[in-house]
T-cell receptor
Framework: EAAVTQSPRNKVAVTGGKVTLSCNQTNNHNNMYWYRQDTGHGLRLIHYSYGAGSTEKGDIPDGYKASRPSQENFSLILELATPSQTSVYFC????????????FGPGTRLTVL | QQKVQQSPESLIVPEGAMTSLNCTFSDSASQYFAWYRQHSGKAPKALMSIFSNGEKEEGRFTIHLNKASLHFSLHIRDSQPSDSALYLCAVNTGNYKYVFGAGTRLKVIA
């Protein structure tokens, strides 16, 4: 079964600070995704990647950057964190097929004070 | 932009009941339809998917898809307390991206 891990699992940051959320997958999937989950909104796509070196904007990319330095790792970067970015963030990976199942990590709970 | 809506927002059913969850989408070109289940504090996990009109059954779970009406649904037969979770529908239009609904929170009471 796909293994996707995230770190940290919980993070408290200050407004204006820089936050980096990390994701690692061990299944050699080409595609990786970052979502945030808020009550009433479900999962919303922030950034995604088709492979090492590629990043694409999702539906809500403002205030976020992404980095895919290798097949296994995909990071989400908040350069200037704001309280509105308080949320639970999920990373996912999947095969590069249109109908491929997505495998999710355990999530990171981020609180920006 | 693809819009995906789920109903109801929440649902409480007795153990053994049939549960029906609904999902509507806006893009008639959509090609892949899936349900994910998320237990409290856990990661979402794929439950079932369907590509063509009709229905698909796996154990107690059945998906119905009607592309013409832009609607698909999940039915759970003989609902169990362990089915209590947030159910998310997901729609893909063929570009590796998925749009998820806001979810239906299901509680099955013994």
């Amino acid at each position: 079964e796909a293994a996707v891990t995230q770190s940290p699992r919980n993070k408290v940051a200050v407004t204006g600070g820089k936050v980096t959320l990390s994701c690692n997958q061990t299944n050699n999937h080409n595609n990786m995704y970052w979502y945030r989950q808020d009550t009433g909104h479900g999962l919303r796509l922030i950034h995604y990647s088709y492979g090492a070196g590629s990043t694409e904007k999702g539906d809500i990319p403002d205030g976020y950057k992404a980095s895919r330095p290798s097949q296994e790792n995909f990071s989400l970067i908040l350069e200037l964190a704001t309280p509105s970015q308080t949320s639970v963030y999920f990373c996912a990976s999947g095969e590069q097929e249109n109908y491929a199942e997505q495998f999710f990590g355990p999530g990171t709970r981020l609180t920006v004070l | 932009q693809q819009k995906v809506q789920q109903s109801p927002e929440s649902l409480i059913v007795p153990e053994g009941a049939m549960t029906s969850l609904n999902c509507t989408f806006s893009d008639s070109a959509s090609q892949y339809f899936a349900w994910y289940r998320q237990h409290s504090g856990k990661a979402p996990k794929a439950l079932m998917s369907i590509f063509s009109n009709g229905e698909k059954e796996e154990g107690r779970f059945t998906i119905h898809l009607n592309k013409a009406s832009l609607h698909f649904s999940l039915h759970i037969r003989d609902s169990q307390p362990s089915d209590s979770a947030l159910y998310l529908c997901a729609v893909n239009t063929g570009n590796y991206k998925y749009v998820f609904g806001a979810g239906t929170r299901l509680k099955v009471i013994a």
